[in-house]
């Protein structure tokens, strides 16, 4: 648990008294003391539990240091540049700046990073990284341009990745974020756009780093005062050609501090973070601890001496535990821990290198949030859900009852979902998703998100007098007041025009048309589907009937016989869904005076199909007839005259 202790001074100079104020406040190789780098020429040594510097250090008139002083826990001696491209190194023994070994470099450099275990590093402007021993040996060696023009680096860190040093920093060019990471026992860069998504024209105010598993959390408190979570690959998947990996980030906390001042922030485990900041706008500067796990306010200390902006950076890293697998880590946090907790976990198991049993895994991270459902009615990770399913990996028979507890919370969006991904749905669920997208209203269905992709622009006021005349007129090429077979109904020919206006626009409205259309696409029995319709209400079979009806007018309206749209229904799964739900209704719909012209229409339309049928039977009877005697005739020498009748 973490917690605040006694604040106290660490500063001999008053905020502020360079033009930047403190530069840095950086570990010492002794745990109680630190490195204060003032903004413009001093550098100071201070002890910690003894409440008073130990030494202190100032480059001479005219000189500004440009960047932290840092110790070398290697050899324990301290580093600091001024000037941008002056390198100093010098030790508790030496008392003068000016007379300790210098090195001028050929670039600008932005940081010193060091950390026990291994050598510092020196992060230079441009982008470009060197150890610190190379160049001393050669400080006047060529340093090439990593990032590109006005692309400036906003922050960055050094640390340890399974025993190999690793550097991370941001880049900002145009409002645009970018995320370098540079592996030096591999020598790899690799560069990553940071989408920013609904809060993109918020300012990144700070940014804080650490390892997780396979990944690295990178932290952004943004100047709406929210903190988001982006989680960056340490072994990276090989990006395809000419393409810049992207990743996205997420929010992890609401509104922890006002967005109007300098903030701060910092990773102090797995499940707590430090922000630096005040709470409210006008407010005096705080710090505070929050717990990510439960999204709470664990403790907030006021601190009215104010601050150097700066968050006393964690120096040790969390442990990785390989021999723990990430899925079994996945499935203890999803029995106790909140839901978004347990979604950002998911978020990151889910990103990472996919292993040869990972359809199964993802069925057993389903099975036991879904086991969790049953227990606890007041549990419903739904964003983990939607994951899991939009993954493609997920059928029914993976994860059985995932549907269930959709209908139960009404979850129209996921049954969608479900039913344009899950091969093996049963008949019985497909019919309960039907009377659900059929039941519910439309003021309710408006305010729910729909993937819209199978349904095109279904107004018809451009189309109408084409849809008339087709009508009224031609039935598939065919005229039903000129019908040369049995002659339909003087019914049917009596009220064309009642039969066009119930027809001419879509009895649906888009977002319920999206849905049927998903039923329309699922895999189906038809005997197992049929006594599933029937428990459906007779209006709601009018309804889907209508709408059938309807795109069946709009294929017509196509040579091709098609829907436009991305994936819509074919004209074969039209078809058969009319024959099935006339199969399973008729006897009910016959005695419904609404659904009274929908099958008059329909009769209409198979009569005229019949009619069609019955003249294509004879054009492919005479076709045939006339390939038989070019057959014939590719077999005779003698000239010859031959007259074809067509009938």
Known sequence: MAALEEEFTLSAVPLGAGPDGLLGVEQCDKTDQFLITDGGRTVILYKVSDQKPLGSWSVKQGQVITCPAVCNFQTGEYIVVHDS?????WTNEDVNLDKVFKATLSAEVYRIHSIPGTEPLVLFKEGAVRGLEALLAEPQQKIETVISDEEVIKWTKFFMVFRHPALIFITEKHGNYFA???????SVLSKYTLLLGQEENFVIQSFTASLDRKFISLLSLSSDGCIYETLIPIHPSDPEKNQQPRVVRSLLLKTVVSG????????????????LGPPLPASKECLSIWNTKFQTLQVSKELPQGTSGQLRRRTIEPSVQPEVPASQQLLSIIKKDSEKHIEIELRKFLATKRTPDFHTVI???AIGLLERCKTEPSFYPRNSLMQLIQMHVLSYSLCPGLMEVALEKTDIQMLQLCLQQFPDIPEAVTCACLKMFLSIGDDNLQEIDVNMESVSDYSDAVQDEKMEEQMGILQNGFNPEEDNCDNCDKELSKKPQKTVEETTSCPVIPKRAALLNAVLHSAYSESFLLPHLKDIPAQHITLFLQYLYFLYLKCNENATMTLPGIHPPTLNQIMDWICLLLDANF?????????????????????SQICIC??????????RELKKLNQEKNNRELYSIEVLELF
């Open 363 to 365: 069925g057993d991270i």
């Open 180 to 186: 370098y990471v540079q592996k030096f026992n591999s």
């Open 587 to 607: 006897t009910v719909l016959v005695m419904i005076p609404e659904a009274k012209s929908l099958l008059l229409s329909l009769y209409k339309f198979v009569k």
């Open 85 to 89: 491209k002056v390198l100093r190194l």
């Open 260 to 275: 109007n001042a300098r903030n701060a922030l910092s990773v102090l485990d797995q499940d707590h973070v430090a922000v």
């Open 614 to 623: 019955s003249e294509l039977n004879k054009i492919e009877v005479s076709f």
